[in-house]
């Protein structure tokens, strides 16, 4: 018995050490594999890191579009892209735009419209400078695949990202409750809006509209009712029991006014005003001209264009303060453009909040109207005229559009620093 059993031990160590032998030869086998599949991990987080980096520069890029004023690659929308990677964590990248040959290091390159799928069968969106392609390359280092000779991979991953239609007509931001009120009627005439018009109100008549009307704009959302539906044309059809939107303008600061101004204005001729406060406001009488200096005007009484006169100032406010209005009387002229920069970039016409005095664009009006109309609790109404300006903001309680219109509110904002002053547009990925 004892024989037995010391042949079994001494068999049991002949035997260990083939054991020895046969796991190092096993291991050796099996750590290339793990190697691998350690390094197919960190590249594939490395990838998911750039990808996320590179959907937030596509869409940062996007939001941008509006600001470049047609023109494809801006600087605005490359600082916006750069700027979102580094939020993102990806540090001193180089940048090229257009469809530029990626250098070896981190770069990223922004193509407004896109174009790295060569065509529009790779990419349906091809060429349109709607949509901001964005690609991120970089080499990311091996671990075990050193080992072999691969010291690195090169990772590309691309997004392509379009602004989602934004709105610069807004009416009843501040009423949204069914008890508000008529957001927008439309008894006549023709508005074309390159951009999206939001009816806040949510009033089972919230949108009224009769024959004879042409609405043109690339979205119509009412949040109450389309009541009574009795005609017109529209390019988009209106979407009623839209969700409301908070009024666009509201974190605006009111400026504060000074003491009395003694400017006037002549009975004819030029004159030439300078920012202040107008305590009784002031009119142009018949073929009477107004040169406003750029700043802010505050205006405690109403400004009345007479029919010939013009009214004019590049870079200002009018701000009434509760008791006036503007007023466009037939065959009048509007020159007005709004600051480009500052507290008030974008806003031309503002009524108080306590200010319930209709804006009125009378019968044979023509004019430029560049900056924002917001009169949150009074009525805007255009009974006739044009309007040439790059752009315009309509948010007003109430507007009426009646026949004889004509009115053009455009949507370029390359003019302001840091683009539209109302920031309702929203982007999002298409790839």
Not at 206 to 212: E, Q, V, Y
Not at 284 to 313: D, F, H, Q
Request: net charge negative; charged share 10%.
């Amino acid at each position: 018995m004892n024989g037995r059993l010391a042949r079994l031990l001494r068999g049991l160590r002949e035997e260990s050490g083939q054991a020895v032998v046969v796991g190092v030869v096993s291991m050796i086998a099996v750590l290339p594999c793990v190697g691998l599949a350690i390094d197919i991990g960190q590249f594939r987080y490395e990838q998911q890191k750039m990808q996320a980096a590179v959907d937030a520069a596509a869409l940062a890029g996007a939001i941008e579009v509006s600001s470049c004023g047609g023109t494809a690659d801006c600087s605005a929308m490359q600082k916006a892209a750069q700027q979102a990677l580094v939020e993102n964590g990806f540090t001193g990248s180089t940048l090229k735009i257009q469809c530029a040959s990626p250098g070896t290091g981190l770069t990223l390159t922004v193509n407004n419209g896109p174009c790295s799928k060569g065509s529009t069968s790779g990419d349906p969106n091809y060429g349109s400078t709607s949509y901001v392609e964005a690609l991120l390359a970089a080499p990311s280092n091996t671990f075990f695949a050193n080992l072999v000779g691969i010291h690195t991979i090169h990772i590309t991953v691309r997004a392509e990202a379009y602004v989602a239609p934004s709105f610069c007509l807004f009416t009843s931001t501040s009423n949204t409750t069914t008890s508000g009120p008529q957001g927008i009627l439309l008894n006549g005439g023709t508005l074309t809006a390159n951009c999206g018009v939001m009816d806040d109100s949510g009033s089972s008549g919230a949108l009224a509209s009769n024959s004879g009307v042409t609405f043109n704009s690339t979205k119509f959302d009412v949040h109450g009712g389309w009541s009574p539906n009795n005609g017109g044309a529209f390019s988009s059809t209106p979407v009623t029991r839209a969700p409301a939107v908070p009024d666009p303008l509201s974190y605006l600061t009111a400026p504060t006014a000074g003491s009395c101004t003694g400017q006037n204005v002549a009975g004819s001729g030029t004159t030439t005003l300078n920012p202040g406060t107008f305590c009784y406001g002031f009119n142009l009488n018949s073929n009477t001209t107004v040169a406003l200096n750029p700043g802010t005007y505050i205006i405690k009484g109403g400004v009345n264009v007479g029919t010939g006169a013009t009214l004019r100032g590049t870079g200002v406010t009018l701000f009434f303060t509760g008791s006036g209005q503007l007023q466009m009387n037939s065959g009048s002229t509007a020159q007005l453009v709004a600051p480009t920069s500052g507290g008030l970039a974008g806003i031309l016409i503002w009524e108080a909040s306590s200010d319930s005095n209709s804006i009125i664009i009378d019968s044979g009006a023509t004019g430029e109207y560049q900056g924002a109309i917001y009169a949150p609790s009074a009525q805007l109404t255009l009974n006739s005229g044009g309007n040439t300006a790059a752009y315009t903001i309509v948010d007003v309680k109430t507007m009426i559009l009646n026949s004889g219109a004509n009115f053009t509110i455009n949507s370029n904002y390359s003019s302001l620093a840091n683009g539209s002053p109302v920031k309702s547009g929203s982007a999002a990925l298409a790839e």
